[in-house]
């Protein structure tokens, strides 16, 4: 079935210094691919989303490129502040399939002022 | 700020009770799903409509809850019957209509089964 794997947290980083969250998937059909940022007493909210193979999608200075091939869509952030601590998810939404999105079980983030 | 408005946010049932849930979509998003999120942030789908119309849901759902979608009304998910493990954050999102669009989620109800 289908599925998302992401780095188990959490990830504790000081301000300034750089992120790496990776997400793997499995799916038989031809995702669009999501990452989705929640933070404590909200729901999860779009960070940005790329539904084509080798294009790289991008938000507040996150990014991530989708690798076909590879099966991943690992999120980067080049130096992180104390206001990114909130959980990401990766998640897919196969084509063929009602809509919905499967995702990862999140990677909390806390950064140190 | 969420445009998915769910209430309550909180609710607190005893074992065996019922537990109603509403949500309303962002407008003109014809679709609106369900998701249980527990304690160890994994989400499980519940269901989703499209419309008034079922589009795919669990055998959970199927048997223990009762969700629709009425035209001008909200969209509401009830628990028949609680359960400690029912215990969890409901949310609810909406979308346009195809594969890959976005889900929008509301701030979630979160029920506690005592």
């Known amino acids: 079935g289908d599925s998302v794997t992401q780095t188990e947290g959490p990830v504790t980083l000081s301000e300034g210094t750089s992120l790496t969250v990776n997400c793997s998937y499995e799916t038989k059909q031809y995702p669009t691919l999501f990452w989705y940022v929640q933070y404590p007493g909200e729901g999860p909210q779009l960070l940005f989303k790329v539904p084509k193979a080798n294009e790289k999608g991008s938000n507040r200075g996150f990014e991530a490129t989708y690798n076909k091939e590879a099966t991943s869509f690992h999120l980067q952030k080049a130096s992180v502040q104390e206001s990114d601590s909130a959980v990401y998810y990766c998640a897919l939404s196969p084509l063929g399939n009602t809509g919905k999105l499967i995702f990862g079980l999140g990677t909390t983030l806390q950064v140190q002022p | 700020n969420s445009k998915v408005i769910q209430t309550p946010r909180y609710l607190v049932k005893g074992q065996g009770q019922k537990a109603k849930m509403r949500c309303i979509p962002e407008?003109?998003?014809?679709?609106v799903f369900w998701y249980q999120q527990n304690k160890n942030n994994e989400f499980k789908f519940l269901i989703n409509f499209q419309n008034q119309e079922v589009l795919q849901q669990i055998d959970m759902t199927e048997k223990r809850f009762s969700a629709e979608c009425p035209s001008n009304s909200p969209c509401s998910l009830e628990i028949q019957s609680s359960e400690a493990g029912d215990s969890a954050l409901y949310l609810c999102?909406?979308?346009?209509?195809?594969?890959?669009?976005?889900?929008?989620f509301g701030e979630g109800s979160r029920l506690i089964v005592v």
């Open positions: 999102a909406s979308s346009l209509s195809g594969v890959g669009n976005t889900l929008y």
């Open positions: 407008k003109g998003h014809p679709v």
